[in-house]
């Protein structure tokens, strides 16, 4: 039986503007990272903020680590990185992890131990007596993801955590989001940046004009949208019909064959076609869909 | 609770507009000091005992207690009209409120911190007033008897932590800079109606005194400080910050209903900040 920590039902939250999400169904599962795509003000940070408490929902239900959300004991086990947020800059970066080890309610001793384990492993070690106005951008999300760390969280939180970092900052970002899946933490990733959806989440889900458009496994998305450039010789229409009953969408050239599988196991059906049926095959190579073509097909799908 | 008090208290401690006004409070001091010793040089030389009286009351109420409640909603208003929309406009908040705390602890939390500084200050400022004066010389200092300012005292810091309560509602419900206007614009309103119905009393106007006591009831906070002056110079009855003592009209010592009022205005803003917080969209 899976563990769902995140589940939604027609969770919504619209503003007086109209905008916000709507009618959001997503289930995620223990120890994945769970990507949220979509454009700027597709309503992604509105969706987030719903589920940490900062937003109430105009409608529908959702249950954070089995319960409702705003529950004040889950919150002892739930981390959050906002998008857009200032720290303290007065306060040094121990300060702030101190500050919010008090707000977590941990004691003293278990607090201290806590602050050395989560400056570890956002390697802020030794920059942690330091302000934080002195801090690079990178620097102030490491602290941040820090202080979201200091409970042990069970489920993390982090709101476009890259988007405003140089590459370098990007990777390190990434890099943390990595080791914590390996220390079996789920974590619900917004962003807008696919390459690095592609490259972490196990699973997404792509939001447009605040309503998904699309969800489910990474793995299964992009597979789904297999390419293949085929060159051959000698096709009969026997054997370009029994290709377009795979993907009605087949194109033929003359030379080039372009069709569509859905799943890897196709690719070899569709060889043994062309050769038996007399067809001469010279070459056929697959083109895997990236995240980026199937987001910008379903956000310009969905605006026609 | 008490961690977002200390927080608070931490981090205005640390502002500018606190190290300003420290500043000021020193100029004002030194200021204060160069007055009292001028008039109690000169004061000697007036005719007779009651004049002496008054006009020395006059200055310790006007230049020392009036100005330095100035001050001090001064400093109350510069430091709390931010107090939660400034955390909220710069997203401090987002990282505070996901945290395992309620909303109302933060609200309590903002209010304490703050009103302890505050009362601290207050407590400097209103020794160093009542210290210059007795170094001064200023013979009229020696009558006021200790329960009196003490008395005085509570209600020196009633002002501020009523400012601070309405500043404190303003903050959860409008951003910095409009909390700021509408916080001024209630001070002066209430220094106004102060004035107004001192001279409703003076020249028997009852529309005049009846405006007065309107705005009085919307900014309660220049009755504070004319009852802690009566307080303060309770041997000599009634105050008119306009005439002096002992004017004829009617008596403008703030009842003790309207202390009682002033209370109420003061826990009924903090309740609606908490109130109006806890189903306000953060974000």
């Not at chain 1, 899976?2 to 619209?14: A, D, F, P, R, W």
């Not at chain 1, 605040?210 to 496994?217: A, E, L, T």
């Not at chain 2, 006004?21 to 007036?46: D, E, Q, R």
């Not at chain 2, 020196?156 to 001024?184: A, D, E």
């Amino acid at each position: 039986m899976i563990n769902l920590v995140i589940e939604t039902e027609n969770l919504s939250k619209i503003y007086e503007n109209n905008k916000g999400c709507r009618n959001i169904n997503i289930s995620v599962a223990k120890g994945e990272i769970y990507g949220f795509l979509g454009p700027n003000g597709a309503g992604k940070s509105t969706f987030i903020k719903t589920l940490v408490g900062l937003l109430f929902p105009t409608s529908g239900n959702a249950r954070i680590l089995g319960k409702p959300i705003g529950d004040l004991e889950i919150r002892k086990r739930i981390g959050y990185l906002p998008e857009l947020f200032k720290y303290q800059e007065w306060m040094t970066g121990l300060d702030l992890l101190s500050f919010h080890s008090s707000l977590y309610k941990l004691d003293k001793k278990s607090s201290s131990t806590k602050i050395e384990e989560v400056l570890e492993i956002v390697n802020l070690k030794g920059a942690e007596k330091s302000k934080i106005g002195t801090y690079s951008k990178g620097m102030q999300q490491r602290i941040g993801i820090a202080s979201a760390l200091l409970c042990d969280p069970e489920l993390l939180f982090l709101d476009e955590p890259t988007s405003a970092l140089d590459p370098i900052g990007r990777k390190e970002v990434r890099d943390i989001m990595l080791k914590l899946k390996g220390m079996g933490k789920t974590v619900f990733l917004n962003s807008h940046l696919l390459s690095e959806v592609e490259m972490i989440c196990d699973s997404v889900a792509i939001i447009s004009k605040g309503s998904i458009v699309k969800q489910g496994k990474i793995d299964d998305l992009l597979e789904g949208n297999t390419v293949l450039d085929i060159h051959v010789e000698n096709i009969s229409n026997e054997i370009l019909n029994k290709l377009e009953k795979i993907d009605e969408d087949t194109t033929f050239d003359g030379k080039n064959i372009k069709m569509h599988v859905k799943e890897n196991s196709e690719i070899h059906e569709i060889a043994s076609l062309i050769i038996s049926g007399g067809g001469k095959l010279y070459g056929l190579v697959p083109h895997r869909n990236s995240l980026e073509d199937i987001f910008i097909k379903l956000i310009e799908g969905g605006e026609e | 609770m008490f961690i977002i008090a200390l927080s608070t208290f931490k981090e205005i401690y640390r502002k500018k507009t606190f190290h300003f006004i420290g500043i000021l409070t020193i100029i004002y001091l030194i200021l204060l000091t160069i007055i009292f010793k001028f008039t109690s040089n000169n004061i000697y030389s007036n005719n007779g005992m009651i004049d002496m009286i008054v006009n020395l009351s006059s200055t310790i109420s006007i230049v020392g207690f009036y100005f330095s409640s100035i001050l001090v909603a001064f400093l109350t208003i510069m430091l709390s009209i931010g107090m939660v929309s400034s955390e909220i406009e710069n997203g401090t908040i987002l990282t505070i409120l996901t945290k395992p705390i309620k909303r109302e602890e933060y609200i309590l939390g903002k209010y304490l911190g703050t009103a302890v500084l505050i009362i601290l200050y207050s407590a400097f400022l209103y020794t160093a007033v009542i210290i210059i004066s007795t170094v001064s010389k200023i013979s009229i200092v020696g009558t006021f008897g200790t329960a009196a300012l003490a008395k005085g005292f509570l209600f020196f810091i009633l002002q501020p932590l009523t400012i601070l309560s309405i500043s404190l509602y303003g903050s959860t419900k409008f951003k910095t800079l409009n909390n700021g206007i509408v916080i001024v614009a209630l001070y002066v309103l209430g220094l106004i109606g102060g004035v107004m119905e001192q001279v409703g009393a003076c020249i028997k106007n009852d529309s005049l005194s009846t405006i007065g006591i309107i705005s009085s009831l919307i900014s309660p906070f220049e009755v504070i400080y004319r009852k802690m002056i009566s307080t303060i110079f309770t041997s000599l009855g009634t105050f008119n910050p306009i005439s002096g003592f002992g004017i004829p009209g009617k008596p403008t010592t703030p009842s003790v209903w309207m202390m009682v009022y002033v209370c109420v205005y003061l826990v009924f803003f903090i309740f609606m900040s908490i109130k109006g917080f806890a189903k306000k969209d953060i974000g």
